[in-house]
């Protein structure tokens, strides 16, 4: 495939367009006048992959207007905007696959991810939404919750330790498997996690109060408000 990479820095884009050939595109999506050139080039693509995010770490109150504008256009504005420009055009072709990266913090919720964790619930809701309004169409739609990962991303950003109780940390090649397996094989959705952040994310569907009360006696709290102080300045 022929690969447009797309970000807000060039320099990282253009060392991976150096090792991959990829068309490079600069866009800041927390710049609303910036994506007309995106979601022009998003109707040639057959496969979008939805990746961009702010980590939004920290209790409600602790957010500025603007903070929460910018979380909700990176994490779920331009996924929605993006989505909407290139499933008919996938559809017009005969096929395509959309994929979000959404988080397991979207399935369990833990304290100070009020903001972040909106934001990856409502993307497992536009996938679910979408395969169903696509399905008849031939495009394909995903959605990957990624746990704690290592080398890249939040956890690795925050420097913390992986949870206690979450098990081994996955790799950001975990997660690349996991894109292609939804590709390949139209997957609705795949957890990139350990047995047990896995178990604690049906727990939290079930039974929600314990799933709170287990998370407090294991240092929840302490655990958010240390994400919250690393990642701060990443909002």
């Known amino acids: 495939m022929e690969v447009l990479a797309t970000g807000r820095r060039r320099e990282p884009l253009e060392s991976l367009a150096a090792n991959t050939g990829a068309e490079v595109l600069v866009c800041d999506l927390t710049v609303r006048s910036n994506l007309g050139g995106l979601l022009e080039k998003a109707t040639s693509v057959d496969l979008l992959v939805c990746n961009a995010a702010l980590p939004a770490t920290g209790p409600l109150e602790d957010f500025s207007v603007d903070e929460i504008d910018r979380a909700l256009d990176v994490n779920l504005r331009a996924p929605i905007l993006l989505s909407r420009a290139a499933g008919p055009a996938m559809a017009s072709r005969g096929g395509g696959h959309i994929v979000f990266m959404s988080s397991m913090g979207a399935k369990a919720v833990g304290p100070s991810l009020g903001v972040y964790a909106s934001t990856k619930a409502a993307l497992r809701a536009l996938s679910m939404a979408l395969r169903q309004d696509l399905h008849s169409v031939g495009v394909g739609v995903s959605v990957i919750f ?65 799933f709170v009360a287990l998370g407090r006696r294991a240092g929840a709290d302490e655990l958010g408000a240390k994400m919250t102080a690393a990642l701060r300045e990443n909002r």
């Open 146 to 210: 990624p746990g704690p990962i290592r080398d890249a991303g939040m956890w690795a950003e925050a420097g913390l330790p992986t949870p206690r109780g979450a098990g081994r940390s996955r790799t950001p090649e975990d997660v690349a498997d996991a894109v292609v397996e939804a590709v390949a094989r139209d997957r609705a959705e795949i957890d990139v996690a350990s047995p047990a952040p896995r178990l604690g994310a049906v727990l939290a569907q079930l039974r929600p109060e314990l």
